[in-house]
């Protein structure tokens, strides 16, 4: 997300309604077999020429892509198609294509790292970890009043991931397999220090704290690594929700971002109103994002209150009618409904790249089908 103007000085436009910005990692890969190619360099410098900075990523097959802040979920879809099709350019001048799914359907022994100073530190420090890295996540941030907000708003969302993590699955097939699960970005990503699901945190300060151990310790190597899957932004004024896998469809990635949107809305919303988040237990979080990142959307999951099993879809009516006030300010009823029918029709991204495996038994033919909707 990148910093823009704004008309007043709380993190929300004249209407109080807060922007919004999204970051998108891309695979990627070569044409003819779908491995992943470490061509991200030449893929930035393309995409300059046409006027769009691209950041590099940890692994030499990845780019990133940031969208400015916007005020509306139509700016969100708009910018990410125009980001999306340049990358896709991009990727076409230098002679390969790009993807947005969770994990490369098709992957080597070890992904190489990009020769950055601060990436080679990384990879140094943690060997295989950075070497088999090469996923992608969508990340999305919110504008807040300041760090004390964004730290309330992490405690409002914590109970919400498991069921954020099954609607935005997209990662079921990996090495030429089915992962057996829906998520396999998720579970190949929390083995990094400082990832998944934030602790229930006690105040600005308890964060700092945290923050603050990891980096003297060495557990990290210096604030960006703060990986959890809620995080106030270390360099904007936001909330930054991490927990998806990077959308096969730019409307699905919208379609996202609106409801974390009205998501932090009502949060911030309940932290005005005095009202206090539940201390999610973390044992049982952390079985609800497994199960989450297993079964995906069309399974059964943990609701984190009632610590019972529960069927995804169920927990997912149950958050859209939570969030219904927010979405009538946003007034984006209409966009949350096409979202959700979209998901009943045809499934999420997991769903789709299993069909795609099972009809052809291949993870090429799931990276062909991915590269055909990249820019849909």
């Not at 103007?5 to 209407?15: C, E, L, N, P, R």
């Not at 990133?64 to 879809?77: D, F, M, N, Q, W």
């Amino acid at each position: 997300m990148c910093p823009a103007d704004v008309s007043t000085t709380d993190g929300t436009d004249s209407a109080g309604i807060p922007r919004i910005g999204v970051e998108e990692e891309f695979i990627l890969v070569d044409t003819s077999t779908g491995h992943p190619v470490g061509r991200n360099r030449e893929v930035a410098e393309a995409a300059a020429r046409r006027d769009v900075h691209l950041d590099l990523e940890l692994t030499t097959c990845q780019v990133e892509i940031a969208t400015p802040a916007c005020s509306t979920s139509g700016e969100v879809l708009a910018e990410l198609r125009r980001l999306r099709s340049v990358v896709a350019a991009a990727a076409h001048e230098v002679g390969v294509g790009v993807i947005a799914t969770g994990v490369p359907p098709t992957v080597p022994d070890a992904f190489p790292i990009t020769d950055t100073e601060r990436y080679r530190r990384i990879g140094e420090h943690f060997g295989m970890l950075a070497h088999e890295q090469g996923i992608s996540g969508c990340h999305i941030h919110v504008d807040v009043v300041d760090r004390d907000v964004a730290v309330g708003v992490s405690n409002h969302l914590r109970r919400r991931l498991p069921v954020l993590l099954a609607l935005s699955a997209n990662s079921a097939i990996y090495r030429d397999s089915d992962t057996g699960h829906a998520s396999w970005r998720s579970v190949l990503w929390n083995r990094w220090p400082a990832s998944g699901p934030p602790p229930h945190l006690r105040s600005r300060q308890h964060f700092e704290q945290l923050v603050d151990m990891f980096v003297s310790s060495g557990a990290i190597l210096d604030d960006h690594m703060v990986y959890w899957d809620i995080r106030p932004s270390d360099h904007l004024p936001t909330i930054e929700i991490r927990i998806g896998d990077v959308q096969q469809h730019a409307a699905d990635a919208a379609g996202l971002a609106t409801l974390v949107r009205a998501l932090v809305m009502t949060a911030t919303a309940d932290l005005a109103a005095g009202r206090v988040a539940p201390e999610v237990d973390d044992a049982v979080l952390s079985a609800a994002l497994w199960k989450a990142a297993h079964d995906g959307i069309d399974g059964d999951g943990i609701d984190v209150l009632t610590q019972q099993s529960a069927a995804a879809r169920d927990m997912v009516a149950g958050l859209i009618a939570d969030i219904g006030p927010s979405v009538a300010k946003l007034g984006d009823q209409d966009q949350i409904e096409h979202y959700l029918t979209r998901l009943d029709r045809h499934g999420n991204g997991a769903v789709r790249q299993r069909a795609r495996f099972s009809e052809h038994g291949r993870g090429s033919a799931v990276v062909a089908a991915a590269m055909l909707a990249f820019t849909e």
